[in-house]
């Protein structure tokens, strides 16, 4: 028997026509050095349409990749409507990667344009003569120094356009956004995501049960737009009216505290390094006010119980966990607890990854490929799939991250009979020690909790009666003392005896990678090179 509803394509066009209409008054803020400017969803869509008549008489067709090089702001964000809604391709660049990295994924996705914000057009001029497919580069902002060369100007090229563009009817599957992993293990890979999976991403992120970003949130868009399109929040917003603060370049904790105060979002996103330092700015400033939060969401790396315990105790703000990837768009499992539990276990479920979204699928596997228990036990690497999730990367084959139509994640742990996943380590970080696996996240976690402690990293060493042992690099908090002794004793009454490292190390900063994650490769290549300074108890 065949349905008689109606069909028609899942499109971001689609998305971007119902948040001008029905949220057509909704505002996104962007923070300067100057104060702060504003504008309507349905100005901004406006523009949209008048950016992709400049794309047009640009050359750009369907299918060509419109590259951005861009902080978090309003152009960005109608650079974001524009090109996939004309059937171009959105690629945005991260602008914290190394110039080989950045020429190498420009030319990998053979990137067409790239508008580039002023500010960063020096970044971008150290690979302008490495990446020949770029016919045009049209910069934001006023470029003085002209050291790429002949530019166009974009506020030029948008006035001279009328709004009115129509966006094309288009197959719902075809490709709408580009975005490389961060190349943490050999070269980035690119994940292309559909109009199809981006309209089902957006609308999953509105559901209560997951972010439940709506028409009364103002969200603070901390993660950057170059990273996996900003978890979706440009398109949820137009989806759900919510209104976006884009904080550009003022990512450090004393702006954003004084956005919060100042802006009142409801709702933010970020990386925990991110929120770690916003909470030692705040602890130390009589004005801060972050009491327009109702929700912090940290995604990226494990969030800290400590770090959960002090947004709770001392500012009344629930912070969720989010779990995912480039690779799944990323919204794949959300730490929201059960609707019955008591207030004094939710935080027991908030130290979670995260607890299924619906509308994918995720399965604990081992080495072997055999399926494992949902039952808090059984450890395995966790593996995803659905309708938001690749299934390939652009132009290059890595069988080894698939198995039966199902994505390998590379992250390692266990899932309950209740849908919620706890992640111990990532495949890499693993520390097996005497044939036993100690976590290094639950280690970071616990020992960020020591009172004199601001970051913690955990990495494996070789040892040669353990074959591998924990070593853990410490950052003080400022005028904070503490000692290997001191630390361990403390490790001592929170984790199982074998789990505590001999090896110490107390260092000015843990490196991040360009994403604000704690970047443990560079740890492992000072331990190699004998550049980190440790002590070792007995």
């Not at 994924?105 to 500010?119: F, L, P």
């Not at 884009?246 to 925990?272: A, H």
Request: some cysteine.
């Amino acid at each position: 028997m065949d349905s008689t509803m109606q069909e028609g394509p899942l499109l971001i066009s689609g998305i971007i026509r119902h948040g001008e209409f029905v949220y057509a008054d909704k505002k996104i803020f962007t923070v300067t050095a100057d104060g702060v400017e504003e504008a309507t969803f349905f100005q901004i869509s406006k523009r949209a349409e008048q950016l992709a008549a400049a794309l047009t008489k640009l050359g750009v067709h369907s299918g060509d990749r419109v590259a951005t090089f861009m902080w978090n702001n309003q152009a960005h964000m109608e650079a974001y409507i524009a090109a996939p809604s004309m059937g171009a391709v959105l690629h945005t660049l991260n602008i914290r990667l190394f110039p080989e990295q950045l020429a190498f994924i420009i030319n990998h996705a053979r990137d067409k344009i790239i508008i580039v914000d002023s500010s960063l057009v020096p970044l971008l001029a150290k690979v302008r003569d490495q990446i020949p497919s770029v016919e045009h580069i049209i910069v934001h902002g006023r470029d003085h120094d002209g050291v790429l060369g002949a530019t166009l100007d974009y506020e030029a090229l948008v006035d001279a356009e009328r709004p009115g563009f129509q966006w094309p009817l288009l197959d719902e599957r075809s490709a709408a956004i580009m975005c490389y992993t961060s190349g943490t293990t050999g070269n980035p890979k690119g994940v292309v995501y559909s109009h199809r999976s981006t309209w089902l991403h957006s609308m999953a992120s509105t559901t209560a049960n997951s972010i439940g970003l709506c028409e009364r949130d103002r969200c603070l868009l901390i993660v950057p737009m170059f990273h996996v399109s900003a978890w979706g929040v440009v398109f949820t917003a137009y989806f759900s009216g919510t209104e976006v603060i884009m904080p550009q370049q003022f990512l450090q904790g004393e702006p954003i505290v004084k956005m919060i105060r100042e802006l009142r979002p409801t709702i933010s996103l970020g990386v925990p390094t991110v929120w770690n330092d916003v909470l030692r700015v705040a602890e130390n400033n009589p004005e801060a006010d972050l009491s327009s939060l109702r929700a912090i969401l940290a995604g990226g790396s494990a969030v800290p119980r400590s770090m959960i315990e002090r947004f709770r105790d001392l500012y009344g703000i629930d912070v969720i966990q989010g779990w995912g990837m480039t690779e799944t768009s990323p919204l794949a499992a959300v730490s929201i607890p059960p609707g019955n539990t008591p207030h004094d276990q939710q935080i027991d479920y908030r130290v979670k990854a995260g607890r299924v979204v619906a509308g994918v699928e995720i399965r604990v596997t081992a080495d072997d490929g055999t399926v494992l228990p949902n039952d808090g036990k059984s450890v395995g690497e966790f593996e995803i799939r659905g309708p938001w999730i690749t299934g390939s990367y652009f132009g290059v084959d890595d069988p080894e991250k698939f198995r039966d139509g199902w994505l390998r994640t590379g992250d390692i742990g266990t899932m309950d009979g209740e849908g919620f996943m706890t992640v111990s380590d990532r495949t890499k970080d693993v520390i097996k020690s005497g044939g036993e696996w100690i976590s290094s996240v639950e280690l970071e976690s616990t020992i960020m909790g020591h009172p004199a402690i601001f970051e913690a990293a955990v990495i494996a060493v070789p040892d040669e009666r353990w074959q591998e042992r924990p070593l853990c690099c410490v950052v003080l908090r400022p005028g904070a003392t503490a000692t290997a002794e001191e630390l361990r004793d403390y490790l001592s009454e929170r984790v199982v005896k074998w789990w505590l490292p001999e090896r110490w190390a107390f260092i000015d900063a843990v490196p991040k990678t360009s994403v604000g994650k704690f970047d443990k490769k560079v740890l492992r290549a000072q331990y190699a090179e004998e550049q980190l300074e440790y002590v070792t108890l007995s």
